[in-house]
């Protein structure tokens, strides 16, 4: 790659490596034609009528890739339910075209940028996002690169997309809320409304709901029943470690499978994950309650994008996993639970 200046007249073809501005006194001043730009035959008239005589141009060797070619080529990378910008100035954008959970391959990402000259910058893997939201920007550094740069890139989109979004599937979810002095009437319940109003922002439906108390072969009974009418359950209240909170137990006692049962995040330290049959199964603790956003705000979306939610996952979440309590809450957008 190498700069040179030639006559306007002969410069067709040849690519822009600078800005070139307009000025229209009162009315305009900014890039007529941007860095990076391949001039056209049609371009002719307006470059002289701004005063360009001669510019200086980018000739690129026989094995280089145009920051635009590149910027084409990287939309590859783009998996289900993710659509990409035209490029401008270099660099792509890939953004969501339709609301899910983003998957990011993380390790996918290391490699590309170890990659001479390109860059891919992308948000958190695992996050609730929706449509039109931009889940990423892309570009090589300078104006071209060697093509087996390029080549590399989309090596690695060959084998897996680097960015897909899961739809959120539309769940019918169960409710048990556990606790004798809910049950009793001694105090309100508060869990019902809060679980409901999470269900619903996604679009689920919470199909049933009981309150129960502390009665561990009642929970464990009504764990059986819901989970073959509903595709997700949520018990809350009764995890920790007090001798009448016996809904861990309820839940290893219906059948399921224990994932976890405690997360490296707070608030909700007290979580617990596990599967009954192919029923995601959470145990809520208080935290719930008096937090806005806790750990079944992180997991609660993985479920209902139909991915399995393992134990490996969970520890991931401690880096991260402590919630600042900032005065406005601004989740998803910000580093909570993320990885």
Not at 10 to 35: C, E, H, I, S
Not at 126 to 153: C, S, Y
Not at 316 to 327: A, D, F
């Amino acid at each position: 790659m190498r700069r040179k200046s030639i006559k306007i007249t002969d410069a067709v073809g040849k690519v822009l490596d600078y800005d070139l501005t307009k000025v229209v006194p009162g009315k305009f001043k900014g890039a007529a034609f941007r860095k990076g730009h391949i001039i056209k035959k049609e371009d002719i008239p307006e470059l002289l009528k701004i005063g360009k005589e001669n510019i200086w141009v980018l000739e690129l060797g026989k094995n280089e890739t145009h920051e635009q070619d590149a910027a084409f080529a990287f939309g590859k990378l783009a998996g289900r339910n993710v659509e990409t910008t035209e490029p401008r100035e270099g660099k792509i954008n890939f953004i969501a075209s339709r609301a899910g959970l983003l998957v990011v391959e993380k390790k996918a990402v290391d490699k590309i940028n170890s990659v001479p000259d390109v860059v891919l910058a992308t948000r958190h893997s695992f996050i609730p996002v929706k449509k039109g939201e931009t889940l990423a920007g892309m570009r090589i550094i300078p104006l071209a690169t060697k093509r087996k740069n390029v080549g590399a890139v989309l090596s690695l989109a060959r084998r897996k997309k680097v960015i897909s979004v899961l739809p959120f599937a539309k769940k019918n979810v169960g409710l048990i809320v556990t606790g004798s002095e809910v049950a009793k009437g001694l105090i309100k319940d508060k869990f019902t409304p809060i679980i409901r109003g999470k269900v619903e922002e996604y679009g689920s439906v919470l199909r049933m709901s009981k309150i129960l108390p502390d009665d561990r072969v009642r929970i464990e009974r009504s764990i059986s029943v819901m989970a073959k009418r509903c595709d997700i359950l949520i018990l809350a209240g009764g995890m920790s470690v007090d001798a009448d909170d016996v809904t861990p137990a309820a839940i290893k006692g219906s059948g399921a499978k224990i994932v976890a049962y405690g997360t490296p995040v707070l608030p909700g330290n007290m979580f617990l994950v596990a599967y009954l049959g192919d029923v995601p199964v959470f145990g809520v603790p208080a935290a719930a309650i008096f937090y806005r956003i806790t750990t079944l705000d992180v997991f609660f979306p993985v479920a209902l994008a139909g991915v399995e939610i393992t134990k490996k996952m969970i520890k991931e979440r401690g880096y991260g996993g402590l919630c600042p309590h900032c005065p406005v809450c601004v989740y998803p957008k910000c580093a909570f639970g993320k990885r």
